[in-house]
Every structure is written in C-alpha cells, then in structure tokens.
C-alpha cells in the first residue's frame, strides 16, 4: 500500500471522498495498475542494465506479467508485476536466481545441426522451440528390449508411436538427463513381412551440467521503484479524472 503526504493530493482525496462512494476507490485502484503496469514495462529496461550480457529485448518482456487490483475496498486492493511462471516454470525459477541471488539449472537445450536450415551452424531452427514440444521418453523402451541396438531402437520407435506423440526423447544412460530429441516423420509397417520402417529427425540436443550459483542482480526490484516514484503523479491524474467525471 501507497502513501502520499503532499498537499495537493490531500486536497484531492477529501474531494474525492465528497464524490460519489466509487470515486475514491477507483482512483485508488487505477493508481494502483498503472505502477503495476510501470513496473511491468520496466523490467526489460532494467534487465538490459543489470545482466552483463544482452538478452533479447523480447525475452523479459514475455515473461512479465501484471495482476490487476479490482473491486472497491481499498485496504484489500493488491496488483502485483512479476515473471510469469506458467510460461516456463524451469526459466523464471532461473530468473528468480538471479533476481535474488541463488542457484541456477544449467541444463540447456539446443539445435540438432539437422534441424538447422543449412549446413553451418549459425542458421536458424526450422522447429519451433523445445519447449512447445511433448516428447515421449523412449528410454524405458529402449533398454528394456532384449535384443541388439536397432531393435532396441525399434521398440523405443513403437513406444513413442504408441503414445500418439510425434516425438521421441532418448536419455542418456549415465545421468538420465543429457539426450537427444527426434521428430518421427514417418511410421510404416508391411503387412506380409512384418518389417517396420520409419523416418526420424534429430532436432534437439539436451545437456546437463552442474549449478553454479550468481549475485542478485536486483531487476524486478529496480523496476519497482521506478514505478513507486511515479505513484504520486499517477494519483494525481487518476483523482482529477474521477473528479471531473462526478462533478456536477
């Protein structure tokens, strides 16, 4: 909650409070928005100023998010501005880390070079990114089959074929963690022989490495006080507009 000493936005709360019962309230919560939304649009700004590399400018921008303040009782009122952890839980737990200070997951996924649209590296992907994808884990197929590599590669192919996903995850078995995730083109099985064949696409390589831990670089923080300076001047517009819409 807010507090505001200065004369002039004295004066416009007790006009305000003379007002119709909504007036007040809904200034109150207006104001209340607008430093949510602040805070919101500063926290790719002042990202771009505590993180010592460049990130996309898009990339906190899409994960902020603001929930409103509503209704019209004043000490229950709450917006709030953040990351938005719906989005990518495994990202904005990292960006917490580095909000606070703590431990980051260094797991990371790339590009299979298959999966670019040339041969160097430095193409783009043409699949959308890992983590719109719901890959099947074959690996428990995998290494269960008794058999020799390709057909424990086929039962982890049937597997994935089964679970109706078009794509198939293959772990590593050192750590369970680190592997590759294929895009299964095609699945066909010959009627009179029996053979299976299919089509697969390498598109991404998972990797595991240890945690390593960072300073809090504060940028959630900053941006809130960038729009807690504001607030005075954000009331200040949103009783004037109350007033001149309920004075008679």
Known sequence: MFRIDADEIIKLTVKLEKLNKSA?????????????????????????????????????????????????????MESKAGLNGSKDREVVDNLVSHEK??????????????????????????????????????????RAHKGTRNSKFVAAVMSTAKSGKKHM??????????????????????RRTGKLSFSLDKIYIRTDSKTATTKAKG?????????????????????????KKHWK
Do not use: C, W
């Not at 460049?54 to 509503?70: C, E, I, Y």
């Not at 703590?102 to 890992?130: C, E, F, M, Q, W």
């Not at 940028?219 to 007033?243: D, G, M, R, T």
């Open 101 to 142: 200070g703590g431990v980051l997951n260094k797991s990371k996924i790339t590009p299979h070079d298959d999966a670019r649209t040339g041969n160097s590296k430095s193409k783009n992907v043409r699949r959308k990114n890992y983590k719109n994808i719901n890959a099947h884990d074959a690996t428990p197929a995998y």
């Open 24 to 76: 007040l309230p809904s200034a109150a919560r207006n104001t209340l928005n607008n430093a949510a939304f602040e805070t919101k649009k500063q926290i790719p700004i002042q990202g771009q100023k505590k993180f010592k590399y460049t990130r996309n400018k898009g990339f906190l921008k899409g994960f902020s998010t603001v929930d409103k303040a509503s209704g019209f009782n004043i000490s229950k």
């Open 219 to 243: 940028f959630i923080l900053a941006s809130k006080n960038v729009a807690i300076k504001q607030i005075p001047e954000f009331y200040k517009k949103n009783a004037e507009f109350q007033i």
């Open 169 to 190: 995850l293959m772990t590593n078995r050192s750590n369970g963690k680190s592997g590759i995730i294929y895009r299964l083109k095609s699945l066909k099985s010959n």
